[in-house]
């Protein structure tokens, strides 16, 4: 590297002209971490500023995505397609330089950060995905996937129960490519942090199985440098670099203070900082001595080539899994998935088990992940609850001394869930040279919400897992950021209702389907019987640029005959017609809409209302969000205008009102502690009150 401290005051100078022009943004942090930056993109990340995407590349995440000035600044620098007209945009409308780095937006990002603690924790996923591929698929004298994920993360961060619960997690399973240095600047908005951060990190990371260096003078190029060097041998654990910096260096009224934090210098002191720091250049004009010493786009252009040749002899070796490497790095599905979801929606029609949907979800699960070698499960402590084991899925450990996937471990038996549930078949022998595919993540909903979102963004694996639906709130900003960053991550979300009983209005989801309905991007499946389940199932890998949340029952639901299955994947079809019950010739009276169990509650309403000749169809909806994109023909089809509809759902009765409803089986207060009988009972979800609110429709 030529000049450190030049390379380091351009990030300073874009980072605080770029604030300034928007009059909007946080230049102490990037003016804090430039000489970081210096190091890692100078010495050690290994990148191709033409091709962004290129495999074998390190991964960097800006976990404190605040300091988005210093990452826009050294993908400018270093020959990203980003020109400087970008960094003068910076926060303005429709420009590549948002508030916040938005993956797929701006070249050379690879995660959307801005909620603390998130970023951290989609590195974890990132190198968590590294570590497997690199298990599957690497081969003596063929090493395809060996990179490095790094970390940028700041006192906010380390405050974010988040990053506990993933950092603990990245020790567990020894994540020895992932470094993490920490901008210990001891500023946040509020100040100072000593008087309400007194952690020590050091001894925190330690015992979460953490090698660590430092603490380090992070404003020292050379330091960081030397530190990342080390970091670098570790072969079992993940690294977290202590860097002390002072927030807003350089600028001389402002710097160590949290005035440097999260608002604009002002033109004056600007002027200052220039003189302090020795950049006599305008602002956004950067020397071409400057731009010279950061260019990267050769030795870029040389890292990815000798990678692309390192791959082809391993396709001359190894044709089969390069094939199947580079399909799954595409993101693309087998050629025979769709004969393998056919086969499974139609097996689950043709057996017709009443079964719980958190049954049927595992009945799918069995033939979708025997086909894909992709999926990779897990569960927040709750794998015999939620099902979300199978046999092709064997348990994911690793070596204690060595850090090593642990490769060939047999399927085992879940245990016990805390309520009454048969185990799971006797699993079956896993392949040779098979690593385990399902995660056992403890009790971190968030963590493994937001890894999980980590390991789509690299690439490589379709990321599941499973908790119980009223703890979804805890996923819910990680479920946000899915939504947001268009990213295929599958929510397993069992116990989806009252039908919980014993455990209580605490366990017992009352709200949550129709607030996870309202977010953007987000398809929400509450299916109500094996064939829509594995329908569901099937859409969801399909879903390449949206996540999905299934919500699953813990009682059994009684399979809903039918006459075809082509349009379940369209979210709502027609389940049953009038002339269904016997009345042929009677015109349609009114529409009863069903979600999940409560379809054979409709079913046994619309019984009870033919017996006193009221012809009544009753529509299947297993996903709101998936209707309500089909188009307005297909609508009026299944929901045909001037006839009453009444929906049922054990749920928030405000998101069925925009389809028109005449009434709303549901509840609007919280559960009660009771067998699930008792409730179904207690809160009037019995066909005669169905049919009872049908017919006071049908009246009014």
């Given at each position: 590297?030529?000049?450190?401290?030049?390379?380091?005051?351009?990030?300073?100078?874009?980072?605080?002209?770029?604030?300034?022009?928007?009059?909007?943004?946080?230049?102490?942090?990037?003016?804090?971490?430039?000489?970081?930056?210096?190091?890692?993109?100078?010495?050690?990340?290994?990148?191709?500023?033409?091709?962004?995407?290129?495999?074998?590349?390190?991964?960097?995440?800006?976990?404190?995505?605040?300091?988005?000035?210093?990452?826009?600044?050294?993908?400018?620098?270093?020959?990203?397609?980003?020109?400087?007209?970008?960094?003068?945009?910076?926060?303005?409308?429709?420009?590549?330089?948002?508030?916040?780095?938005?993956?797929?937006?701006?070249?050379?990002?690879?995660?959307?950060?801005?909620?603390?603690?998130?970023?951290?924790?989609?590195?974890?996923?990132?190198?968590?995905?590294?570590?497997?591929?690199?298990?599957?698929?690497?081969?003596?004298?063929?090493?395809?996937?060996?990179?490095?994920?790094?970390?940028?993360?700041?006192?906010?961060?380390?405050?974010?129960?988040?990053?506990?619960?993933?950092?603990?997690?990245?020790?567990?399973?020894?994540?020895?490519?992932?470094?993490?240095?920490?901008?210990?600047?001891?500023?946040?908005?509020?100040?100072?942090?000593?008087?309400?951060?007194?952690?020590?990190?050091?001894?925190?990371f330690k015992a979460y199985g953490w090698n660590v260096i430092g603490p380090i003078d992070g404003n020292d190029?050379?330091?960081?440098?030397?530190?990342?060097?080390?970091?670098?041998?570790?072969?079992?654990?993940?690294?977290?670099?202590?860097?002390?910096?002072?927030?807003?260096?350089?600028?001389?009224?402002?710097?160590?203070?949290?005035?440097?934090?999260?608002?604009?210098?002002?033109?004056?002191?600007?002027?200052?900082?220039?003189?302090?720091?020795?950049?006599?250049?305008?602002?956004?004009?950067?020397?071409?001595?400057?731009?010279?010493?950061?260019?990267?786009?050769?030795?870029?252009?040389?890292?990815?080539?000798?990678?692309?040749?390192?791959?082809?002899?391993?396709?001359?070796?190894?044709?089969?899994?390069?094939?199947?490497?580079?399909?799954?790095?595409?993101?693309?599905?087998?050629?025979?998935?769709?004969?393998?979801?056919?086969?499974?929606?139609?097996?689950?029609?043709?057996?017709?088990?009443?079964?719980?949907?958190?049954?049927?979800?595992?009945?799918?699960?069995?033939?979708?992940?025997?086909?894909?070698?992709?999926?990779?499960?897990?569960?927040?402590?709750?794998?015999?609850?939620?099902?979300?084991?199978?046999?092709?899925?064997?348990?994911?450990?690793?070596?204690?001394?060595?850090?090593?996937?642990?490769?060939?471990?047999?399927?085992?038996?879940?245990?016990?869930?805390?309520?009454?549930?048969?185990?799971?078949?006797?699993?079956?022998?896993?392949?040779?040279?098979?690593?385990?595919?399902?995660?056992?993540?403890?009790?971190?909903e968030f963590g493994m919400a937001a890894i999980m979102?980590?390991?789509?963004?690299?690439?490589?694996?379709?990321?599941?897992?499973?908790?119980?639906?009223?703890?979804?709130?805890?996923?819910?900003?990680?479920?946000?950021?899915?939504?947001?960053?268009?990213?295929?991550?599958?929510?397993?979300?069992?116990?989806?209702?009252?039908?919980?009983?014993?455990?209580?209005?605490?366990?017992?989801?009352?709200?949550?389907?129709?607030?996870?309905?309202?977010?953007?991007?987000?398809?929400?499946?509450?299916?109500?019987?094996?064939?829509?389940?594995?329908?569901?199932?099937?859409?969801?890998?399909?879903?390449?640029?949206?996540?999905?949340?299934?919500?699953?029952?813990?009682?059994?639901?009684?399979?809903?005959?039918?006459?075809?299955?082509?349009?379940?994947?369209?979210?709502?079809?027609?389940?049953?017609?009038?002339?269904?019950?016997?009345?042929?010739?009677?015109?349609?009276?009114?529409?009863?809409?069903?979600?999940?169990?409560?379809?054979?509650?409709?079913?046994?309403?619309?019984?009870?209302?033919?017996?006193?000749?009221?012809?009544?169809?009753?529509?299947?909806?297993?996903?709101?969000?998936?209707?309500?994109?089909?188009?307005?023909?297909?609508?009026?089809?299944?929901?045909?205008?001037?006839?009453?509809?009444?929906?049922?759902?054990?749920?928030?009765?405000?998101?069925?009102?925009?389809?028109?409803?005449?009434?709303?089986?549901?509840?609007?207060?919280?559960?009660?502690?009771?067998?699930?009988?008792?409730?179904?009972?207690?809160?009037?979800?019995?066909?005669?009150?169905?049919?009872?609110?049908?017919?006071?429709?049908?009246?009014?």
């Amino acid at each position: 590297m030529a000049n450190h401290a030049l390379m380091a005051n351009a990030i300073r100078a874009l980072a605080m002209d770029a604030v300034q022009q928007a009059n909007s943004g946080h230049p102490g942090a990037p003016m804090g971490m430039a000489d970081m930056a210096v190091a890692l993109w100078g010495d050690h990340l290994r990148y191709n500023p033409a091709n962004p995407h290129w495999f074998d590349r390190d991964r960097f995440v800006l976990s404190n995505g605040h300091a988005s000035m210093l990452l826009y600044s050294v993908l400018h620098l270093t020959g990203y397609d980003l020109p400087i007209g970008e960094i003068k945009n910076f926060r303005k409308l429709h420009s590549k330089t948002a508030g916040h780095p938005e993956v797929d937006v701006t070249p050379g990002v690879e995660t959307t950060t801005g909620p603390l603690g998130q970023g951290i924790t989609n590195a974890v996923g990132f190198a968590l995905a590294e570590k497997l591929l690199a298990a599957e698929f690497n081969r003596k004298s063929h090493d395809i996937v060996d990179h490095h994920t790094y970390a940028f993360l700041g006192d906010g961060c380390m405050m974010e129960g988040i990053s506990h619960e993933a950092c603990a997690l990245a020790g567990a399973w020894h994540l020895n490519k992932l470094i993490a240095l920490y901008d210990d600047n001891g500023i946040s908005i509020d100040g100072q942090v000593k008087p309400w951060f007194i952690d020590n990190t050091e001894e925190r990371f330690k015992a979460y199985g953490w090698n660590v260096i430092g603490p380090i003078d992070g404003n020292d190029a050379k330091d960081v440098s030397k530190a990342i060097a080390k970091a670098k041998k570790e072969e079992s654990k993940p690294t977290l670099i202590i860097c002390k910096t002072t927030i807003g260096k350089g600028s001389p009224n402002r710097a160590g203070t949290a005035k440097a934090h999260g608002e604009a210098l002002g033109a004056e002191e600007i002027t200052l900082t220039r003189e302090a720091i020795g950049w006599p250049y305008p602002a956004f004009e950067i020397p071409a001595e400057v731009y010279a010493d950061w260019d990267h786009k050769d030795a870029g252009a040389k890292t990815e080539a000798a990678w692309n040749e390192k791959f082809a002899a391993y396709a001359v070796a190894f044709p089969d899994l390069a094939g199947e490497f580079t399909r799954r790095m595409k993101g693309e599905l087998p050629k025979n998935f769709h004969q393998v979801a056919f086969d499974t929606v139609v097996a689950a029609h043709t057996k017709g088990e009443t079964v719980a949907s958190r049954k049927a979800s595992q009945l799918a699960l069995e033939a979708f992940t025997a086909a894909l070698p992709e999926m990779l499960g897990g569960s927040a402590d709750l794998t015999g609850s939620n099902l979300t084991n199978t046999k092709s899925t064997a348990a994911l450990r690793f070596d204690a001394k060595t850090g090593a996937v642990v490769m060939n471990v047999p399927a085992v038996e879940a245990k016990q869930g805390a309520e009454d549930e048969a185990k799971p078949e006797a699993p079956a022998e896993v392949p040779h040279g098979t690593i385990g595919r399902h995660i056992n993540y403890g009790v971190r909903e968030f963590g493994m919400a937001a890894i999980m979102n980590g390991v789509a963004l690299h690439g490589g694996y379709i990321p599941y897992g499973g908790t119980f639906l009223t703890f979804s709130d805890y996923s819910r900003n990680a479920i946000r950021m899915a939504a947001l960053m268009k990213r295929r991550v599958i929510h397993v979300f069992t116990h989806d209702s009252i039908g919980l009983g014993e455990d209580g209005p605490t366990h017992q989801s009352i709200e949550h389907a129709a607030s996870l309905r309202l977010i953007p991007n987000l398809d929400v499946w509450r299916p109500g019987d094996t064939a829509e389940t594995a329908v569901a199932w099937a859409v969801a890998l399909q879903n390449q640029s949206r996540p999905t949340a299934l919500l699953l029952s813990r009682q059994n639901i009684a399979y809903a005959p039918k006459s075809e299955l082509g349009d379940i994947s369209r979210g709502a079809y027609v389940l049953s017609e009038p002339e269904t019950v016997g009345l042929k010739s009677k015109k349609t009276a009114a529409v009863i809409i069903a979600t999940g169990s409560e379809v054979p509650l409709a079913l046994a309403a619309q019984k009870l209302l033919a017996a006193k000749k009221i012809a009544v169809r009753v529509v299947s909806m297993p996903s709101t969000t998936t209707f309500d994109r089909q188009d307005l023909a297909y609508k009026k089809a299944v929901l045909p205008k001037k006839i009453p509809r009444i929906a049922v759902e054990m749920g928030c009765t405000g998101g069925w009102w925009k389809y028109g409803c005449a009434a709303v089986v549901g509840i609007d207060t919280y559960g009660e502690s009771a067998p699930a009988p008792e409730l179904f009972k207690h809160f009037g979800f019995t066909a005669e009150n169905v049919a009872a609110t049908v017919e006071a429709a049908l009246r009014d």
